[in-house]
């Protein structure tokens, strides 16, 4: 596995809460967290990318199972459904698609319910937002992905809750807000204030801060008072 996968800086998938208000995004949180979840599963995904096997697996194990949710061919185009469906869902399968990265798991993060995933490299995405993915996720073996139903099924109440609560202490820093008010000033800015994009830029400001600091004596030729500082930074981005 690719671990270095999702080490750069990034920015989560647009969510259904982009655009909201703080106050709106506050409110559909608290809500999915105590919502009802008649769903053991919801799969929303197609057979393609670099798990296409196991995606085939676990769609045609939906279709026969009354406690999986999906919605189907219309999964793509209507977004009121999925999030729907991962709203009522206590887990939500994430199999890779054509990278480690799916906007799935930022949906079923925002949703409240608790994203399943099948590799290491898709516990490095997003680090800067999420933290510890293994707080707020569950990772399947290879030796389990056949009996993924059966392992989800049996998985302790209380896992299930400290997750969910996890889940919930994190989720407001994946969306990008509409912002009513002047920002405040970044000293003023409280963390749990912080949206996506508040949280990415801090971030990349703090990259750039590292590469100033690690700077090579000199100049840039041709370039009088310039430091080599700023060819080291586009090298490590580029």
């Known amino acids: 596995e690719d671990l270095q996968y999702g080490a750069a800086i990034s920015i989560p998938y647009p969510t259904a ?9 506050r409110a559909f949180l608290s809500a999915v967290y105590t919502a009802k979840r008649d769903k053991l599963v919801a799969a929303q995904f197609g057979p ?14 939906c279709e026969e199972d009354p406690e999986c949710t999906s919605c189907g061919a219309l999964m793509s185009r209507d977004a009121g459904c ?13 199999p890779m698609g054509d ?21 290491e490299s898709q516990l490095v995405v997003w680090r800067q937002h999420i933290g510890d993915c293994r707080k707020v996720a569950v990772v ?16 302790p109440e209380e896992k299930i809750r400290a997750l969910q609560s ?32 508040d949280i990415s830029i801090a ?9 100033e600091s690690e700077c090579v004596g000199g100049t ?19």
């Open 17 to 25: 809460l982009s655009g909201f208000t703080p106050p709106e995004a």
């Open 48 to 61: 393609h990318g670099q798990s296409v096997g196991l995606r085939q697996d676990l769609l045609a194990e």
């Open 82 to 94: 999925y999030v729907q469906q991962y709203t009522r869902s206590t887990f939500c399968l994430n």
């Open 99 to 119: 990278t480690p990265s799916r906007k799935g798991m930022i949906d079923a993060l925002v949703a409240g319910c608790i994203p399943v995933l099948y590799s």
């Open 140 to 155: 399947l073996p290879r030796g389990q992905w056949n009996s993924t139903f059966a392992v989800l099924r049996a998985f």
């Open 166 to 197: 996890n889940i919930h202490a994190i989720n407001y820093r994946l969306s990008v807000y509409q912002q009513q008010q002047p920002q405040l000033q970044a000293h003023e800015e409280q963390d749990q204030d912080k949206d996506a994009f």
């Open 203 to 211: 971030n990349l400001w703090a990259e750039v801060r590292r590469a």
């Open 220 to 238: 840039i030729p041709g370039e009088a008072g310039n430091t080599a500082c700023l060819p080291v930074i586009h090298r490590m981005y580029k």
